[in-house]
C-alpha cells in the first residue's frame, strides 16, 4: 500500500525516539542492576522491551505504508549518573515523547490516516499513563521519603540474565 509519504516521514521520526528509548532504559535497567537496585532493574528493563514493541509496530506500520524503516538512527540520550538523575532522564524522554506522538496523530488526522492515529493513541496512552506516571511517581517518593529510604526499598536480587 502506498501511504502518506509525510506520515511515512513522521511514523520514521517516532521510530527513532522509540529506539532511543529501547537504548536508554537498557543502560539505565543495567546500571540500576550493578547498583544493587533490583526494583528499578527490573522495572527499567521492562520498559526497554515495552518501547522495543512500540519500535516495532511503527517498523510494521511504515513497511506496510510502503515506507522504508530507518533503524539506524537515534536521537540524542540523556544517560544518567544517579538514581534521580537517570529517572529525571527517562522522565523527560517520556514528556518529549508525549509531545511527538500528539502532534503526530493530529497529523494523522488530517492525513486520514486513522489505522496510523489509532496505533499511536496506544502508544500516548502507555506513554502517558504507565512510564511516565510511574517515572512522576518514583520522584514524588524520593521527596517524601528521602532518597536514602527511597533506595533502601529498590534494592533487591538483579533480574535473571536474558537467555
Known amino acids: 500500500m502506498n501511504g502518506d509519504p509525510g ?20 543502560i ?21 522491551e515495552h518501547e522495543r514493541q512500540h ?10 505504508l510502503g515506507g522504508v524503516a530507518h533503524v539506524d538512527k537515534r536521537q540524542p540520550m540523556s544517560v544518567g549518573q544517579t538514581v534521580p538523575d537517570m529517572l529525571k ?8 515523547v508525549v509531545g511527538e506522538l500528539k502532534k503526530a496523530i493530529a497529523a ?8 496510523s ?15 511516565a506516571y510511574y517515572l512522576e ?9 528521602g532518597l536514602p529510604n527511597y533506595l533502601q526499598s ?3 536480587p538483579a533480574p535473571s540474565e536474558p537467555v
Open 7 to 26: 506520515i511515512i516521514a513522521i511514523l520514521d521520526a517516532l521510530l527513532a525516539g522509540e529506539l532511543t528509548a529501547v537504548d536508554q532504559y537498557l
Open 28 to 48: 539505565h535497567g543495567e546500571t540500576y542492576s550493578d547498583m544493587g537496585y533490583g526494583r528499578l532493574a527490573e522495572k527499567a528493563l521492562h520498559e526497554s
Open 55 to 64: 519500535a516495532r509496530a511503527l517498523i510494521q506500520r511504515i513497511q506496510f
Open 89 to 96: 532522564a527517562d522522565l523527560a524522554l517520556e514528556y518529549h
Open 108 to 115: 494523522c488526522e488530517l492525513a486520514r490516516d486513522y489505522v
Open 117 to 131: 492515529r489509532d496505533m499511536l493513541l496506544v502508544q500516548l496512552e502507555d506513554t502517558e499513563m504507565d512510564h
Open 137 to 145: 511517581k518514583q520522584l514524588r517518593l524520593i521527596d517524601a521519603v
Open 154 to 156: 529498590q534494592m533487591g
